[in-house]
T-cell receptor, first 115, second 115 residues
Framework: KQEVTQIPAALSVPEGENLVLNCSFTDSAIYNLQWFRQDPGKGLTSLLL?????REQTSGRLNASLDKSSGRSTLYIAASQPGDSATYLCAVNSDRGSTLGRLYFGRGTQLTVWP | GEEVAQTPKHLVRGEGQKAKLYCAPI?????VFWYQQVLKNEFKFLIS????????ETGMPKERFSAKCLPNSPCSLEIQATKLEDSAVYFC?????????????FGSGTRLTVV
């Protein structure tokens, strides 16, 4: 069974810092990996999607890398802002035939960026 | 519309009562997924549909949970005889592709509280 772990569980930083959020998964048979953001009381906002054949994806101040063979992904946030405060979730899409489409989520990293 | 609409936003049920949750996927999205978020950030996959057909229900506690996606109607998730442990936020997601190559769009969730 796929297990997804996110480190750290919580992070509190001053504005302007560059951040690294880590995600690891136990089964390398993945189809793709997504990073989501969840604000309190809200749904999930998709940030970046990396296909299993890709190494990284970038969107604005966000960059996500994927090392499928070692079961790791990293989300980099450059020049953090208070508006980045949220919970960041990593989700892996299984490539195991009938379970394709099922996302396995980590427990998230709760980020607080203070002014 | 370009959002997944979930209703109601909040639902309170006494233990043993029935609960019914609704999800309107984005038009043109053939795939619908239900997740349960219990405690903080622990997402559990429940069931997925391709149009009105179930294609993965291995996450569903079948004794009390059931789900449907009928043509021209919102999808529904029904819990018979709710228990305290069913208290959670239930999220629905839709996608045009099972693999999520274009990403999964999540609704804002229904918070079910069983008292």
């Amino acid at each position: 069974k796929q297990e997804v772990t996110q480190i750290p569980a919580a992070l509190s930083v001053p504005e302007g810092e560059n951040l690294v959020l880590n995600c690891s998964f136990t089964d390398s048979a993945i189809y793709n990996l997504q990073w989501f953001r969840q604000d309190p009381g809200k749904g999930l906002t998709s940030l970046l999607l990396i296909q299993s054949s890709q190494r990284e994806q970038t969107s604005g101040r966000l960059n996500a890398s994927l090392d499928k063979s070692s079961g790791r992904s990293t989300l980099y946030i450059a020049a953090s802002q208070p508006g980045d405060s949220a919970t960041y979730l990593c989700a892996v899409n299984s490539d195991r035939g009938s379970t394709l489409g099922r996302l396995y989520f980590g427990r998230g990293t709760q980020l607080t960026v203070w002014p | 519309g370009e959002e997944v609409a979930q209703t109601p936003k909040h639902l309170v049920r006494g233990e043993g009562q029935k609960a019914k949750l609704y999800c309107a996927p984005i038009k043109g999205h053939s795939y619908v997924f239900w997740y349960q978020q219990v405690l903080k950030n622990e997402f559990k996959f429940l069931i997925s549909f391709q149009n009105e057909n179930v294609f993965d229900e291995t996450g569903m506690p079948k004794e009390r949970f059931s789900a449907k996606c009928l043509p021209n109607s919102p999808c529904s998730l029904e819990i018979q005889a709710t228990k305290l442990e069913d208290s959670a936020v239930y999220f629905c997601a839709s996608s045009p592709l099972r693999s999520g190559d274009n990403g999964y769009t999540f609704g804002s969730g229904t918070r079910l509280t069983v008292v």
